[in-house]
């Protein structure tokens, strides 16, 4: 560990001779975000004014101020509007789809009463915790929060505890996985930049380390989270159908409830598996691999389960098939809002980048005489902070460390242990620019200030809590 800290800054030095294209003057480009953000807080909290105009807004405050030129700023937010909404939208939509599908026939109802039949109110939160993880480790943050969503707003009425006693355990288990164990797009993405990681190493010693911080940041955080916010589930979903179910109609088992939520998991984790046993059948163009390929797809699996849970809950229940199909259609309705809001925050995000705050900053961290996993960590939180993506901050921090694993030698442990303080430091701070923020917000009725002050300190204390134990590993493996 010791020489590790030693050779640090002399392998940054030589990995840095190219240093990063800064697009434009630090200084104008720092007080432009500075103030584009100041503005976006004061119109959302103090104006009142829609998120989705006030990003546009702070979006082009950022970009033109900074000196970036007008048509770049706005076709940035543009191009990032809408790879976000291409991206998310979809997701978004059939998420609350099925949701709503599996809420009014019952099945998310026989989930949510066996839950709080089976945990005493002490337990609730540990096996919310427990649940996230389990969802959030083969599914993406945003797939497993929408499926999540309607089973943390029902636990929290059925069992009458405060919505953050439930959801910030749930939250945690799910960022969690996001940030440290492959599949997930940004551990995955730094892994595979480095020509000597393992993805099963990678996995292994991921979950080990997630273990004990969705502990900390979960159970744990939730009891100070619910002296900011104790109130209970908000109404962002109608409850109403759930008490007046149609005559002839009966409930599913609990088996069938469970299969239901957690087959889109199922078709990713099968996908995910075979393409790491097999890495060629992530690339193949085979019949059989690309029907891999195709149900793996997060699109295409929660369609596949959407229609698998529609028409199976429709012949176990006898609920009206056209009851299922027009509360399924309603559910979009709520969540147009949601999705202008993260296209909109997918833009702003691109118009930072594209500004070139990311290399300012992570140039500003590369001459520090500290531990590179240190480093690793820092860089990952700059870029995370700048532009409000887990993923474009661990792919831009591996890029920058590359050359430094190479030189150092390190090997599969060393560069698992390297990826995963990538992984940490890619989830702190989760800020005004980072969609997750605004998807939460908006799914629970928080405040921004409530936000700030319970699930941005949660995705901090993540960050901080997780890369800890990295460095406690590092210790002894390294």
Known sequence: MNSIIAAA?????????????????????????????????????????????????????????????????????????????????ILVGIGAMLGQTLMVTGATGVLVDTLVDHSSTKWLPWTMALIGSLIGLPMFFDVGLIIMVPVIIMVSKRSKLPIMMIAMPSLA???????????????????????????????????????????????????????????????????????????????????????????????????????????????????????????????????????????????????PWKKIQSEAGNSLKPIAGIVFILGAGGGFKTVLIDTGIGDMLTEFVKTSHISVLLIAWVIAAFVRIATGSSTVSAITTAGILEPVAVAMGLNPVGVTLLVLAIGAGSIVFSFVNDAGLWLVKEYFGFSLTEMFKTWTVMQTLLGVVAFIFVMLLSIVLM
């Open 9 to 89: 800054p002399l392998l940054l030095a030589a990995a840095s001779e190219q240093p990063p294209q800064v697009h434009l003057n630090p200084v104008a480009l720092l007080i432009s975000i500075i103030v584009g953000v100041v503005v976006l807080i004061m119109l959302v909290s103090a104006a009142h004014v829609h998120p989705f105009i006030a990003i546009m807004i702070a979006s082009m405050i950022t970009g033109i101020g900074s000196g970036y030129g007008l048509m770049n700023t706005i076709n940035s937010f543009l191009d990032g509007f809408g790879s976000t909404t291409k991206s998310v939208g």
């Open 173 to 319: 288990g799910l960022s969690s996985m996001q940030a440290l164990v492959p599949p997930h797009p940004g551990p995955t993405a730094a892994l595979k930049t480095f020509s000597n990681g393992s993805m099963g190493i990678t996995m292994g010693i991921g979950v080990l380390i997630a273990i004990p911080t969705v502990i900390i940041c979960g159970p744990l955080f939730a009891r100070y989270a619910t002296r900011i916010v104790g109130r209970g589930a908000p109404d962002t979903f109608d409850m109403s159908s759930l008490e007046n179910r149609p005559e002839g109609s009966r409930r599913p088992s609990f088996l069938l409830s469970l299969m239901c939520i957690i087959f889109p998991a199922l078709l990713l984790l099968i996908t995910s598996i075979a393409t790491m046993i097999d890495p060629k059948l992530g690339t193949s163009k085979a019949m059989g691999p690309q029907i891999l390929q195709f149900v793996g797809n997060p699109e295409v699996a929660l369609l596949i389960s959407l229609i698998f849970s529609a028409l199976v809950l429709f012949k176990v229940t006898n609920f």
